[in-house]
T-cell receptor, first 110, second 115 residues
Framework: KNEVEQSPQNLTAQEGEFITINCSYSVGISALHWLQQHPGGGIVSLFMLSSGKKKHGRLIATINIQEKHSSLHITASHPRDSAVYIC????????????FGQGTRLTINP | NAGVTQTPKFQVLKTGQSMTLQCAQDMNHEYMSWYRQDPGMGLRLIHYSVGAGITDQGEVPNGYNVSRSTTEDFPLRLLSAAPSQTSVYFC??????????????FGNGTRLTVT
């Protein structure tokens, strides 16, 4: 079993829909990262969080440390949000080695 | 600020050849790392460094070598390329606190094919 599991693996939605991508992990962590990989391949960091909630524009990330679960929400989705979203954790053990989920491929249709 | 510069973008090697993937950052980041990305596998850590002169192995280090002689540069060497090393490679860097990585800045990737 992977230490970091994302769901769903693939998600297709219509423009304007509210999107939720989930990330569950099985180890103790000091931080969780959400990354976005564009269709061209480039990867950007969206959020790094260790508790609570962070918001940037239409993106919201939440984390529940007790339940070992994080969600990434996109409000008023747009075709330009189409990308692969990747969850990664900084574990307490081996904290310098990030562990990545397999990614969620999101497609937003106009 | 160029951010993280990774070269080359594409490379084709024959089995047994060696090559170096270059990674440079101009943000004075202490933490630098190399990943490979394969279909269905997600990103996997090859090697990382928490500062000049300090490197360590990640999840999949075999067949790869790194060095960190300066803060800016973190080259990845393939010693004797094998078809199993066909992949997309990403370099990333970040500030670190207590040698722990912060938000990662990624290079644009290198698509390597070994025939």
């Amino acid at each position: 079993k992977n230490e970091v599991e994302q769901s769903p693996q693939n998600l297709t939605a219509q423009e304007g829909e509210f999107i939720t991508i989930n990330c569950s992990y099985s180890v103790g962590i000091s931080a969780l990262h959400w990354l976005q990989q564009h269709p061209g391949g480039g990867i950007v960091s969206l959020f790094m969080l260790s508790s609570g909630k962070k918001k940037h524009g239409r993106l919201i990330a939440t984390i529940n440390i007790q339940e070992k679960h994080s969600s990434l929400h996109i409000t008023a989705s747009h075709p330009r949000d189409s990308a692969v979203y990747i969850c990664a954790v900084t574990p307490f053990q081996g904290a310098q080695k990030l562990v990545f989920g397999q990614g969620t491929r999101l497609t937003i249709n106009p | 600020n160029a951010g993280v510069t990774q070269t080359p973008k594409f490379q084709v090697l024959k089995t047994g050849q060696s090559m170096t993937l270059q990674c440079a950052q101009d943000m004075n980041h202490e933490y630098m790392s190399w990943y490979r990305q394969d279909p269905g596998m997600g990103l996997r850590l090859i090697h990382y460094s928490v500062g000049a002169g300090i490197t360590d192995q990640g999840e999949v280090p075999n067949g790869y070598n790194v060095s960190r002689s300066t803060t800016e540069d973190f080259p990845l060497r393939l010693l004797s390329a094998a078809p199993s090393q066909t992949s997309v490679y990403f370099c990333a860097s970040s500030y670190s606190r207590d040698r722990l990585p912060s938000s990662l800045h990624f290079g644009n990737g290198t698509r390597l094919t070994v025939t």
